[in-house]
T-cell receptor, first 111, second 114 residues
């Protein structure tokens, strides 16, 4: 079965510092990977997906199939980036259409 | 306004008393899904539906039922709730049938089972 691991429950950085939120997955097929974000008092929303290879709010993530990772990066953290971040995986090459989320990482950006 | 709505937003009930949490979307989305969110465990998918009358189990389906009789509605049914089902529940929908499109989430339903 597929699994998504986010090893850090909390990541605290200072404003302007680089950020890397780790996501590792285990899945034997071809996955589709996402990062979702939940800001305080807001609904969970999509941040980015690997298939579109875009940068949203300065965040990027690259799928590394060799290391089975999809780490989220931003070169200079802003206070408004403080939120809960979830990595998620969807199976692209099976008939199953389930989504598996990691346990989440809380990012705190201090002034 | 395009959105996913859930009702009720908060519910306190007792063990064994059947309950239904409703979920509705107005975006004509094919795919709908239910998740529960627990501290340290993140979101876990309970059930999903790719289209009307098509549902499948997620990672934690035990103790839950769903139905998809209409495209816009996807209620979550707890026939005999137990305290371990105390959690924050989210409904989500997306266009397409694969679940790989952007998921739009509801505001959440906080359920307490005593």
């Amino acid at each position: 079965a597929q699994r998504v691991t986010q090893p850090e429950k909390l990541l605290s950085v200072f404003k302007g510092a680089p950020v890397e939120l780790k996501c590792n997955y285990s899945y034997s097929g071809s996955p589709e990977l996402f990062w979702y974000v939940q800001y305080s008092r807001q609904r969970l929303q999509l941040l980015l997906r690997h298939i579109s290879r875009e940068s949203i709010k300065g965040f990027t993530a690259d799928l590394n199939k060799g290391e089975t990772s999809f780490h989220l990066k931003k070169p200079f953290a802003q206070e408004e980036d403080s939120a809960m971040y979830y990595c998620a995986l969807s199976e692209r090459d099976t008939g199953r259409r389930a989504l598996t989320f990691g346990s989440g990482t809380r990012l705190q950006v201090q002034p | 306004e395009a959105q996913v709505t859930q009702n009720p937003r908060y519910l306190i009930t007792v063990t064994g008393k059947k309950l239904t949490v409703t979920c509705s979307q107005n975006m004509n989305h094919e795919y709908m899904s239910w998740y529960r969110q627990d501290p340290g465990l993140g979101l876990r998918q309970i059930y999903y539906s790719m289209n009307v009358e098509v549902t499948d189990k997620g990672d934690v389906p035990e103790g839950y039922k769903v139905s998809r009789k209409e495209k816009r509605n996807f209620p979550l049914i707890l026939e005999s709730p137990s305290p371990n089902q105390t959690s924050l529940y989210f409904c989500a929908s997306s266009s397409g049938t694969s679940g790989t499109d952007t998921q739009y989430f509801g505001p959440g339903t906080r359920l307490t089972v005593l």
